[in-house]
């Protein structure tokens, strides 16, 4: 699977839109974009996923550049809950067995200042 | 409620004692995978399960077992536990299709397992 970059970590102040950006330069034309997060003590939790066009679901919307290069997970209003390591992760629908995988790398860990 | 199930959420136990950790998932989802989460490596895939009786290994397997007799079950299996196994473990279970591949995982709480 391709190479995402995240920042290490983010802050935001409670009730204010978030936008936390990946790069994915080396993205192919069938990988599909997901993001996670994991709360702490908890297991990862599936966010939201895209190919092209942007998404939007009751927890997020993604928003995915034209050229596919970068997207941005955006959280409306951020909430203390919302505190945890946000992982953006590139899957190839078609590369066979590989594709039943997720490779997580480090994520950005978000705060969230009440 | 559609959940993935692991037990047990925390155990300690002595090197060499062999030890299972279970998993079970109420959604019907063909694909379940093991993964092991440490300070500095991040989640690595251990094993995963495309169907019943459909297992192969992931990055680091090295160690563990699994199996899969019934679509909803996936244990976990350490036969001679050893320090550098002590690890919280998830298990996963996701949709699958043709077009999209697997997607949307579901995550269990975690297995805290120290081995001394």
């Known amino acids: 699977d391709a190479k995402t970059t995240q920042p290490n970590s983010m802050e935001s102040n409670e009730e204010e839109p978030v936008h936390l950006p990946c790069n994915h330069s080396t993205i192919s034309g069938t990988d599909y974009i997901h993001w996670y997060r994991q709360l702490p003590s908890q297991g990862p939790e599936y966010v939201i996923h895209?190919?092209?066009s942007n998404v939007n679901n009751r927890m997020a919307s993604l928003a995915i550049a034209e050229d596919r290069k970068s997207s941005t997970l955006i959280l409306h209003r951020a909430t203390l809950r919302d505190a945890a390591v946000y992982y953006c992760?590139?899957?190839?629908?078609?590369?066979?067995?590989?594709?039943?995988?997720?490779?997580f790398g480090k994520g950005t860990k978000l705060s969230v200042i009440p | 409620e559609a959940q993935v199930t692991q037990n047990p959420r925390y155990l300690i136990t002595v090197t060499g004692k062999k030890l299972t950790v279970t998993c079970s998932q109420n959604?019907?989802?063909?694909?379940m995978s093991w993964y092991r989460q440490d300070p500095g490596l991040g989640l690595r895939q251990i094993y995963y399960?495309?169907?019943?009786?459909?297992?192969d290994k992931g990055d680091v397997p090295e160690g563990y077992k699994v199996s899969r007799k019934e679509k909803r079950n996936f244990p976990l299996i350490l036969e001679s536990p050893s320090p550098n196994q002590t690890s919280l473990y998830f298990c996963?279970?996701?949709?699958?299709?043709?077009?999209?591949?697997?997607?949307?995982?579901?995550f269990g709480s975690g297995t805290r397992l120290t081995v001394v």
């Open positions: 959604m019907n989802h063909e694909y």
């Open positions: 399960s495309m169907n019943v009786e459909v297992t």
């Open positions: 996963a279970s996701s949709l699958w299709d043709r077009g999209r591949g697997a997607y949307g995982y579901t």
């Open positions: 992760i590139l899957r190839d629908a078609h590369s066979g067995a590989g594709s039943y995988q997720l490779t």
């Open positions: 895209g190919l092209t």
